[in-house]
Antibody
Framework: QVQLVESGGGLVKPGGSLRLSCAAS????????MSWIRQAPGKGLEWVSY????????YYADSVKGRFTISRDNAKNSLYLQMNSLRAEDTAVYYC???????????????WGQGTLVTVSS | QSVLTQPPSASGTPGQRVTISCSGS????????VYWYQQLPGTAPKLLIY???QRPSGVPDRFSGSKSGTSASLAISGLRSEDEADYYC???????????FGGGTKLTVL
């Protein structure tokens, strides 16, 4: 069965860095674009970033462009999000998600991880 | 401020039919599929409706989706207490080359 397990969240000071990981299993990871989506406490969902199957196509929301870097290791079935210059407004639960269609970018996600909480505070 | 507009709240009594609206523009809902997600308290979002009106296996037929022009709706019939959750619409946005979510609607079962 498909599983997505995020890790790496925690408490970090403003201006600090954090690297999130998402371990995928139960499907051919290298076939799928993968995404990070976040949810600030008590707020709605925000698509943060996606990366194509090969890593050649990447998208970032304007709110994180220039500060966050998405990457993947298909040999390890893993997705990453390097977050630098963190701000209080980056405080959120970060989910990795697998699309319901392989080989394309889409807002159609049929599997989500349980999420990892990132708290940016001094 | 979300690109897709949803009412912040909705409510109904058990057995009632409730609809949640989602308004967008020609660059998102008007030219792409709409998706709906259900988020129960303290859990990750779950896909409820895909491609405007398709239900994934396991989603009861009490849930239905529709789209017209630049708006979409989620209807829940035979409302149950376990339907109390946040509901989000989503669509691809051609002008952003990315996906956008609605702000979410909190459904309360009275």
């Amino acid at each position: 069965q498909v599983q997505l397990v995020e890790s790496g969240g925690g408490l970090v000071k403003p201006g600090g860095s954090l690297r999130l990981s998402c371990a995928a299993s139960g499907f051919t990871f290298s076939d799928y674009y993968m995404s990070w989506i976040r949810q600030a406490p008590g707020k709605g969902l925000e698509w943060v970033s996606y990366i194509s199957s090969s890593g050649s196509t990447i998208y970032y929301a304007d709110s994180v462009k220039g500060r966050f870097t998405i990457s993947r290791d298909n040999a390890k079935n893993s997705l990453y999000l390097q977050m630098n210059s963190l701000r209080a407004e980056d405080t959120a639960v970060y989910y990795c998600a697998r699309p319901g269609e392989w080989g394309m970018a889409t807002i159609y996600f049929d599997y989500w991880g349980q999420g990892t909480l990132v708290t940016v505070s001094s | 401020q979300s690109v897709l507009t949803q009412p912040p709240s909705a409510s109904g009594t058990p057995g009632q039919r409730v609809t949640i609206s989602c308004s967008g523009s020609s660059s998102n809902i008007g030219s792409n599929y709409v998706y709906w997600y259900q988020q129960l308290p303290g859990t990750a979002p779950k896909l409820l409706i895909y491609r405007n009106n398709q239900r994934p296996s396991g989603v009861p037929d009490r849930f239905s989706g529709s789209k017209s022009g630049t708006s979409a709706s989620l209807a829940i019939s035979g409302l149950r207490s376990e339907d109390e959750a946040d509901y989000y619409c989503a669509a691809w946005d051609d002008s952003l080359s990315g996906g956008v979510f609605g702000g979410g609607t909190k459904l309360t079962v009275l």
